[in-house]
């Protein structure tokens, strides 16, 4: 037979008082506790504290720079009448020419991937392709364009493969009275190129995700009706995707700006005191509007270049103007993001789905 | 029966979409072409020029301590650049990983939906930055208002004004929305249901972030991680402008250096002709940065891939 287990002793009654005062008692707060919490409080907010010292240096750098004189002048060896208006106009060529080539190619990219690819090697290969592509140093982009556009593999050169077949040495060809040289060497069409390439992966991967919020019954809709796929893609999709795309678009553009390394790799030069195709002023354009054909094949300029070029100068004065140069261009991002936010919005409160 | 018939519509069709599948194999062209521009000047010979590793051996450049391309005497070891190159990336980690772990354990676990809101689009600016920026701030108030005071009027050592700490630190700063916003999707991507079983044992916030989410994410970390620092490896014009151009093996941080990317930036702003071997060893250096990112890229994605599947 078990011994009979032993009762324990009843706890002495607890007074009434020792009771409540134990139950309300907070635990103890670890001090661990309390600084790792305020260590990620401060790392998310020195964020703020960074942005503001940055921004505050600049604005103090650039104090008696940045004015209308500043803006509407081409550069200048002496730092009181330098001007950025060379970049600007290069950095607009730059944009418009980078997009007219990158947004079909892009669009039509991730269409292709998101309404018509079956899930073959080929398009897995791409997909992953894309991603390790968005990775690859923008000034790697610089060399392949130095190589493939600026000197297109010395082909036009004197030893060059064209020139041995042909027999001819080809400096360029006129096109409608355009003269575009072979190779395209360091101008303009050679760094927009060089630039699309570059940004064709921002580009695609965006879309797809404009694409992929389009809801799948907008689709069966219009197929059901007896629209082929490109009709649905072409006039139910893409329209739809119209806002998301834009504002992917735009932040793009952003990086297009601030783009500098590859540009510099592919021949734009720091000090010019020319824009492209000679249209400076809307009085040039009235004189001589063929030069805006002739631009994208003209030596050019960007506002990042530049900016680079005056913080090598070895006069002070040059440190401020630099950061005038760098308000202008982050005031420029700022419209852009601006933009792209207000498409934002006023699409995400129209569309809902 | 339906047959297929000839028609418009049809021929319409197939062209469309293999226009759209030429533009989605535009990507592959892109990377092969980058391959073939690297290695036709490295390695395989093209046009009757002898390639780089024609002139130089690779055992000379990986193991040759000095990096003079531009000189009478020529010297082509890539270890400065690569020392330099990884100097400058690694402290950039140093600073860039805690800050942007710590504000990710934050963002997603600690903050309310409105500091979220102020938090969140600071980050963005940051890193929509362009990196001239930042070279112009570590230049311009890094180096002079805190490396020099702490290293030079405090400790007496010697600053260059360009130096690889300087360009480090920004670097960090520079990599640390990055680092936030992928560590952020890792730390988003672990069920509630983990973090709730930890509050249901009577953990505290403290102890969930730390000894629960964190681990269950650590795999996305660390592709947050290596991707941070693929793009540290690859930044240009920061380093081109804070961290010198005086390629040397050093682990001097407070020394100028010369990364692979301002070699390849500086070489190439001198136009020099191609052909030569200097031109040629702009493809050595950069099919040297390619191989590295690249790498760690794919092991990033390989990662990231992994880490899906667990919770998928």
């Known amino acids: 037979m078990t011994p009979p287990s032993r009762v324990p002793p009843l706890a002495a009654p607890i007074a009434s008082a020792e009771l409540q005062q134990a139950l309300t008692r907070k635990s103890a707060v670890r001090p661990a506790e309390v600084v790792f919490s305020s260590l990620c409080l401060l790392a998310a907010w020195s964020s703020l504290g960074i942005l503001c010292v940055l921004v505050g240096t600049v604005v103090w750098k650039a104090g008696g720079y940045l004015d209308w004189q500043f803006l509407t002048s081409f550069d200048s060896q002496r730092p009181e009448l330098a001007g950025i208006w060379a970049g600007l106009l290069g950095t607009s060529w730059m944009i418009f020419l980078t997009f007219t080539t990158a947004i079909p190619i892009g669009v039509g990219a991730a269409v292709y991937l998101e309404e018509y690819a079956r899930e073959t090697w080929i398009v897995r290969f791409i997909r992953v392709n894309l991603s390790n592509l968005a990775g690859v140093p923008s000034i790697v982009y610089g060399?392949?364009?130095?190589?493939?556009?600026v000197r297109m593999f010395d082909m036009f050169s004197r030893e060059g493969i064209i020139t041995r077949l042909s027999g001819r040495h080809i400096e360029a060809i006129v096109i409608a009275g355009v003269e575009i040289p072979l190779p395209f060497g360091t101008t303009l069409a050679s760094g927009a190129l060089t630039m699309s390439l570059l940004i064709l992966p921002v580009i695609i991967v965006a879309t797809q995700e404009a694409l992929r919020s389009i809801p799948p019954s907008l689709r069966h809709a219009s197929l059901a009706l007896g629209a082929t796929r490109w009709q649905t893609v072409r006039y139910q999709v893409l329209p739809a995707a119209v806002p998301g795309i834009m504002?992917?678009?735009?932040?793009?553009?952003?990086?297009?700006?601030?783009?500098?390394?590859?540009?510099?790799?592919?021949?734009?030069v720091g000090f010019a005191r020319f824009a492209p195709g000679k249209i400076g002023s809307l009085k040039d354009l009235a004189d001589h509007p063929s030069g805006l054909l002739q631009a994208p094949f003209g030596k050019y300029t960007v506002m990042p270049v530049q900016i680079f070029n005056w913080v090598g100068q070895a006069r002070q004065e040059f440190q401020g103007i630099a950061a005038a140069g760098i308000l202008v261009l982050l005031g420029l991002l700022l419209i852009l993001n601006g933009v792209a936010i207000i498409i934002r919005n006023r699409y995400q409160k129209k569309l809902r789905w | 029966m339906l047959r297929r018939q000839f028609s418009p519509s049809r021929l319409r069709e197939s062209v469309v979409e293999w226009v759209l599948f030429c533009c989605s194999s535009v990507s592959i062209f892109v990377t092969a072409a980058i391959l073939f521009v690297l290695l036709i000047e490295t390695v395989i010979p093209f046009g009757g020029v002898k390639p780089f590793f024609g002139h130089v051996s690779m055992w000379e450049f990986f193991t040759e301590t000095r990096w003079t391309p531009t000189f009478s005497e020529k010297h082509f070891g890539v270890l400065p650049l690569v020392c330099g190159t990884l100097l400058v990336a690694s402290i950039g980690a140093c600073v860039g990983l805690p800050l942007g772990i710590l504000s990710a354990i934050y963002l997603s676990e600690y903050a309310k939906p409105k500091t979220r809101g102020i938090v969140k689009p600071i980050l963005?600016?940051?890193?929509?930055?362009?990196?001239?920026?930042?070279?112009?701030?570590?230049?311009?108030?890094v180096t002079p208002y805190i490396v020099q005071p702490i290293f030079h009027s405090l400790l007496g050592l010697e600053v260059d004004s360009t130096n690889a700490l300087s360009a480090g630190i920004v670097m960090g700063v520079m990599i640390m929305p990055m680092v936030c916003s992928l560590s952020e999707d890792a730390i988003r991507a672990v069920p509630r249901s983990l973090r709730e079983a930890g509050y249901a044992l009577g953990s505290t916030k403290y102890d969930v972030s730390l000894k629960v989410v964190v681990p269950a994410a650590l795999s996305g970390i660390v592709a947050a991680f290596l991707l941070a620092m693929a793009r540290a490896i690859g930044e240009t014009m920061l380093v081109?402008?804070?961290?010198?151009?005086?390629?040397?093996l050093t682990l001097n941080p407070l020394k100028?250096?010369?990364?692979m990317t301002t070699f390849i930036v500086n070489t190439t702003k001198g136009d020099t002709p191609s052909g030569t071997i200097e031109y040629q060893s702009l493809y050595a250096v950069a099919l040297c940065l390619f191989v590295i990112t690249f790498a760690m890229n794919v092991v990033s994605h390989a990662v990231m891939r992994r880490f899906r599947e667990v919770y998928h």
Not at chain 1, 143 to 149: A, K, R
Not at chain 2, 256 to 259: C, D, F
């Open chain 1, 143 to 149: 060399i392949l364009g130095l190589t493939v556009f």
């Open chain 1, 247 to 268: 504002t992917s678009i735009i932040l793009s553009i952003s990086r297009v700006i601030g783009e500098t390394a590859p540009l510099i790799v592919v021949g734009a």
């Open chain 2, 124 to 141: 963005e600016i940051l890193s929509g930055m362009p990196t001239v920026v930042y070279g112009y701030f570590a230049l311009i108030f």
């Open chain 2, 240 to 248: 081109a402008i804070a961290a010198g151009n005086n390629p040397r």
């Open chain 2, 256 to 259: 100028s250096i010369q990364t």
